[in-house]
T-cell receptor, first 110, second 115 residues
């Protein structure tokens, strides 16, 4: 079971770029890395997924180094509405072995 | 709107009551999930169904009983709950083989309070 470690909380200001790093030292060859966002009293929402190198979509970028033992979610120019909990998950999707951790609570200030 | 609906949104029940939570997905997915989220705790995966068959039960107490009559509907039957079962119960669905490679779409959740 691949375990992930993220900072418990982060603060930022509007307009800044935010990078949240997740450690997953025992990631397996077949594992993917997935990030979700959750607002209070709502279900998580998929943000981005990757296997290696860099993935970018309209919301965020995901950077994965060659050894894949960590990954970084990058949110460009955050706004107050990006205040949420961000979860990093690792797994291959076949054995239901991916679990949500505690996540990182991001607070964006004006 | 994610295409996954849950009813009721809020539920207060006594420990001797029997109630059911309902989840419906309008996405054509074939896998559905129940999660529990307690205050200040990570999301806990409770049950997974694929093509209406249960494929995982994460050691959930028998007072929680899931039912998946078809690929679009998922129920969680509750009976003789404990106050510590008070939590946000989330339903999710995904396409294809159950797992996390396939993006999960979550419903808004049911806020359950056991008195």
């Amino acid at each position: 079971l691949a375990k992930t470690t993220q900072p418990i909380s982060m603060d930022s200001y509007e307009g800044q770029e935010v990078n949240i790093t997740c450690s997953h030292n025992n990631i397996a060859t077949n594992d993917y890395i997935t990030w979700y966002q959750q607002f209070p009293s709502q279900g998580p929402r998929f943000i981005i997924q990757g296997y290696k190198t860099k993935v970018t979509n309209e919301v965020a970028s995901l950077f994965i180094p060659a050894d894949r033992k960590s990954s970084t979610l990058s949110l460009p120019r955050v706004s107050l509405s990006d205040t949420a909990v961000y979860y990093c998950l690792v797994g291959d999707g076949w054995n239901n072995d991916m679990r949500f951790g505690a996540g990182t609570r991001l607070t964006v200030k004006p | 709107e994610t295409g996954v609906t849950q009813t009721p949104r809020h539920l207060v029940m006594g420990m001797t009551n029997k109630k059911s939570l309902k989840c419906e997905q309008h996405l054509g997915h074939n896998a559905m999930y129940w999660y529990k989220q307690s205050a200040k705790k990570p999301l806990e995966l409770m049950f997974v169904y694929s093509l209406e068959e249960r494929v995982e039960n994460n050691s959930v107490p028998s007072r929680f009983s899931p039912e998946c009559p078809n690929s679009s509907h998922l129920f969680l039957h509750l009976h003789t709950l404990q106050p510590e079962d008070s939590a946000l119960y989330l339903c999710a669905s995904s396409q294809g083989i159950p797992g996390w490679i396939n993006e999960q779409y979550f419903g808004p959740g049911t806020r359950l309070t056991v008195t």
